[in-house]
């Protein structure tokens, strides 16, 4: 039994999948895809970019849907309720 309760052990320890885990953040790949997980590259390039082509892109980014996007949004549920109405 002794012997179960050793294997048992090294399958129930979640550190296993860690190990390989633990290299890669100190790698540099991961931190920062941290800071910009959205945006990936981009997200340095915004703060960055405070006047530049970028800035305009940010409203536009994951970040919000599009400014032009907001009064679609309120208008999707009218559309629906106009036949509901009648």
């Known amino acids: 039994p002794a012997l179960k309760a050793e294997r048992g052990d090294l399958r129930t320890s979640p550190?296993?999948?860690?190990?390989?885990r633990e290299p890669f953040l100190p790698g540099a790949p991961r931190p920062p895809l941290v800071p910009g997980s959205p945006l990936g590259p981009l997200g340095p390039a915004v703060p960055?970019?405070?006047?530049?082509?970028?800035?305009?892109?940010?409203?536009c980014s994951p970040f919000s849907p599009c400014l032009p996007a907001a009064p679609r949004l309120p208008s999707a549920p009218v559309s629906p309720l106009l036949p509901f109405s009648p």
Do not use: F, V
């Open 15 to 20: 550190r296993a999948p860690l190990a390989p």
């Open 48 to 59: 960055t970019g405070p006047g530049s082509p970028l800035s305009p892109l940010r409203p």
